[in-house]
């Protein structure tokens, strides 16, 4: 984004470059671009402009909270000013507050450039899950100014956001051809490679990414992470704590820490880390964070009520502070452990209170459309499990065809994983194949499917080789995949219903 502004009048380049932005420019390639390359930026005052560009360098590196005081500082400025509005809730943590901030820079939109309105229309998309609306917005932004390194990098973001990582990698590249300084590109160009299979090629990136901010946390996170995915795990903690040695409240980093310890086994310090994050968490949304970390370490260990009991925790406060939508998330959570232990009443019982929650809050309806298909697909998976194809084959038609017309990417996954599971109980390996091989594959249940099916075909060396790929799978605190290893480890038994 340019940091000319417009609709007002037009600042000089030089009026803006305070706070040390003209060097930033000036290392992009020994000039500033004009100002008709980049997307403007429009407010009436230049001290507002200037609080909203430290707030989107913070926010750019992974540090949303402090962007958030200069974008409040910006509106204090220029209350009218409607890309901070924007990236203020970008930053706000809590769902209700996210929901008025955006609101209110929808209702700004008509007094500024087409790109900002496109920039704050995606926003909206990103925020209801419309993901066809968000590429089309973002793909618009991209088109109109190709030589601006952060459109390409939105456009980037969304294609990683949605599993596309070799459409992600170009726009990645193009960003960094624009801008060989612009530091977020190099991150998401680590973790495209990264999803790909090409470590080496992560590694570059992530170490050039550390090389442009080292003064920051989240390269050194952002590294440390694909080192664990690597089952670098010694290693791995080395990264972490020399981010939280650039700051001590880089919380990310205690969670990545804590999926280190729970791999090697050292359970209780996973949860000291865990303990130390809750302990500077500056709100309830990283408290539940931190809570849900809890859930996956005990999870791991397979110790599945104590992870219930975090979940019940990490409920009590999204109800604390009246969040419909983390509440959901909660139940939903409670509800995979249930299921992954055979209670399936419990679980089926969990995600009828998520669906429910959500659809009697005055949210809007697409996040009441997005409730009612989760729910589909959630008791789906407890049909099948139950064995009762008949009602799986049920919700997961209702759930393809409603997923087919609305064109959502990961969830169009989603429904080839239901369609795959069910040719798979009724022994049509190669349909099963065929499904699964078009679901999630970040999803580590998918593999364990995969796996079923070339077996059932007699491949039992595919089979091994993907069950090989699951015990290396090692995300980064994912509560199914510590299901599947608590499970390996004990048999999971947790008890009693909510």
Known sequence: MNIARTTKTRLSLLAVMSFGWVLLLLVAGGCPRSSADKIPITSISD??????????????????????????EAIALDSNF?????????????????????????????????????????????????????????????????EDERAHTELGD???????????????????????????AYNGLGYSYSHL????????????????????????????????????????????????????????????????????????????QLRTMFDCARNTT?????????????????????ALAMLRL?????RETNDPRAMAEDLIALGSVQRECGNYDSALCQFQKAQQVVCESSLDEVFKETARHTFLYDAALVAFLQQDLSTAEKYATAFRE???????????????????????????????????EQANMRNPNVLVYLAAAHDGLG???????????????????KLDYALIRGRDQTRLTATGAD
């Not at 200037?50 to 360098?57: A, C, K, P, S, V």
């Open 314 to 318: 990490s409920l009590e406060l999204a």
């Open 158 to 184: 969304y294609y990683y956001t949605v599993q596309e990582y070799t459409q992600a990698i170009p726009e990645y590249i193009q960003a960094i051809r624009i801008n060989a300084h612009y530091a977020p």
């Open 459 to 477: 491949e039992r060396k595919k089979a091994l080789e993907l069950e090989h790929r699951l015990a290396v799978f090692y995300a980064d605190n």
């Open 197 to 272: 299979g090409e470590p080496a090629e992560a590694e570059k990136a992530l170490c050039k990414y550390i090389e442009i901010i080292p003064n920051d946390p989240n390269p050194y996170d952002s590294y440390a992470e694909l080192l664990l995915r690597e089952g670098r795990f010694t290693e791995s903690l080395t990264y972490y704590q020399k981010a939280l040695k650039k700051n001590p409240r880089f919380l990310n980093a205690y969670e990545g820490m804590a999926s280190a310890y729970n791999y090697l086994g050292q359970y209780i310090e996973a949860r000291v």
């Open 286 to 306: 990283y408290q539940r964070r931190a809570y849900y970390a809890l859930a996956v370490s005990y999870a791991d260990e397979g110790w599945p009520d104590s």
């Open 402 to 436: 409603h997923m087919t017309a609305e064109g959502a990417p990961l969830r169009i996954k989603q429904a080839h994983e239901l369609a795959g599971i069910i040719a798979l109980a009724n022994h049509d390996y190669q349909t099963a194949l065929h499904e699964l």
């Open 47 to 72: 001290r507002a402009i200037e609080y909203f560009l430290i707030g989107r360098d913070l926010t750019e590196k992974l540090r949303p909270l402090e962007g958030k005081h200069y974008f409040k």
């Open 82 to 146: 409607a890309l901070a509005f924007l990236y203020l809730a970008e930053s706000e943590p809590l769902a209700n507050d996210r929901l008025k901030y955006l609101g209110r820079a929808l209702s700004l939109s008509d007094d500024v450039t087409a790109a900002e309105q496109l920039l704050i229309h995606a926003g909206a998309a990103r925020n209801s899950g419309d993901r066809s609306k968000q590429r089309e917005c973002l793909t618009q932004i991209a088109t109109m100014y190709p």
